[in-house]
Every structure is written in C-alpha cells, then in structure tokens.
C-alpha cells in the first residue's frame, strides 16, 4: 500500500500527497488496517481484480460506510483458461509466462480504460482513491503508471515508481511449489519490459500518449487541467 504523491511533474509541480494511493489485495486486511486507509481519507477503493480473484478474495471494504469499492476488473478473464494453474506441464514455462505477461500489459491501457476515467473523474472532484489487484503490480501497477503519466510525471520516474514493487512487495506465499526460479521471476516480479510494453500499445495503436488522453480516456484539455489541479501542488 503506497502513497503517488511526492513524485515531481515536467513542469516543476508536484504529486499531492495523500490522494492517490495503489496497493495490492485488499481482503486480508486487519481491523487496524481499514482504519488506517480510512484514516487517510480514502473513499472509493477501485478493484481491478477478475471476476473469480473477487468472489474468491472479497474486499474487506464492500458494504463499508467510507470506502465505495468500485468493482471495475473484468468479469472473465482475456484469455480463457489461462491462470497459474494451467501453466503446468508446460515445457518452457518461464517464457510461457512472460509471454502471458507480456500480452496482458499490451491489452491493459484500452481493456482498463474505463477504470482510468472514472478515477479521474473521482480525483478531479476531490475524492481520495486506491486502485489495486491482487499483487498490486500489473494491472494496479500500469493504472499508477496511467495516472502519474496523465499528471505529467516524466516516464523515468513513472518506471522507478512501478519498479518500486520488486523491493516492497510480499508475495504472500502466491508462487505455486515448484515453480522454477525464472517463472516466478517473470510473474511475480515487475519487469521494465512490461511496462513499456504497455507504453509501446499505446504509441503503436494511438500515435502519442496525448491522443490516448483524447480518444480513450475522454480527456480534452479543460479536463486535463482540472484533473492536475485537483493532484498536484
């Protein structure tokens, strides 16, 4: 669980504190926890989770009085079938894998579109938001990068950002015994690779990450300032 703000923007401004925060799964937290995030005034927690990690891991938040979880994951996943469970007797697992992962980071920016848009628009009227999956780094992870990006933030600092993951974040016992070491390098870590192919998607579909504001997140420029006026000091 991680605070956006502190990270400075091209133009000298600066991520607001205690706004936009990105984490992994939010089932498993404590009493303590939920009212630490509260505490922070967090209102609305975006779950970019499947369908089936959501019915399986729910929310703590779901029914809260504070914090609305805005359930915007997809209901199925992209590619049927394809979960950790079905990489076994895979004879190259480990680019199976990366392959897998390579693909999902090409997908997110349109599949997750709409949950970047309705976080704007929370951000923009004030709200304070978390955005998390499960591992808090993929598709948690390219939304931060999504946000810091449409706020300015130069794409070094938006990757040192999303590497950040690799030295803060447990794995929670998720890797499947007997795993090898290179596959669950390649799931469980976060690798610049992913995210700029993620970035690479964008250019490659859109021309300039501008036109992705403009066609896909529906932002024009009184948008665009409203937005970096609600986030950055």
Not at 53 to 76: I, K, N, T, W, Y
């Amino acid at each position: 669980f991680r605070d956006l703000g502190g990270y400075r923007t091209g133009d000298g401004n600066e991520v607001k504190w205690g706004t936009i925060f990105r984490s992994d799964t939010l089932s498993s937290l404590s009493d303590g926890d939920m009212e630490t995030v509260c505490g922070l005034g967090v209102s609305a927690a975006f779950d970019l989770r499947y369908g089936e990690e959501r019915r399986l891991e729910p929310s703590r938040f779901l029914g809260h009085a504070q914090v609305e979880v805005l359930e915007m994951g997809l209901d199925e996943r992209p590619s049927s079938g394809t979960t950790l469970d079905s990489y076994e007797n895979i004879p190259d697992l480990a680019a199976t894998a990366r392959a897998y992962m390579m693909e999902g980071y090409r997908d997110y920016p349109f599949l997750y579109a709409p949950a970047y848009r309705e976080m704007i628009r929370r951000l923009t009227a004030g709200d304070k938001v978390v955005v998390h999956c499960t591992a808090g780094k993929d598709r948690a992870g390219t939304a931060a990068a999504m946000m810091l990006t449409v706020l300015g933030v130069p794409r070094d600092t938006v990757f040192e950002d999303y590497l950040l993951t690799n030295q803060y974040w447990d794995r929670a016992g998720r890797a499947r015994p007997g795993m090898d070491a290179d596959t669950i390098k390649n799931i469980f870590s976060a690798h610049e690779e992913y995210l700029h192919a993620a970035f690479a998607s964008i250019e490659g579909r859109c021309g300039t990450i501008e036109d992705y504001f403009r066609d896909f997140l529906e932002l024009d420029a009184p948008a665009l300032a409203a937005f970096r006026a609600a986030c950055l000091a």
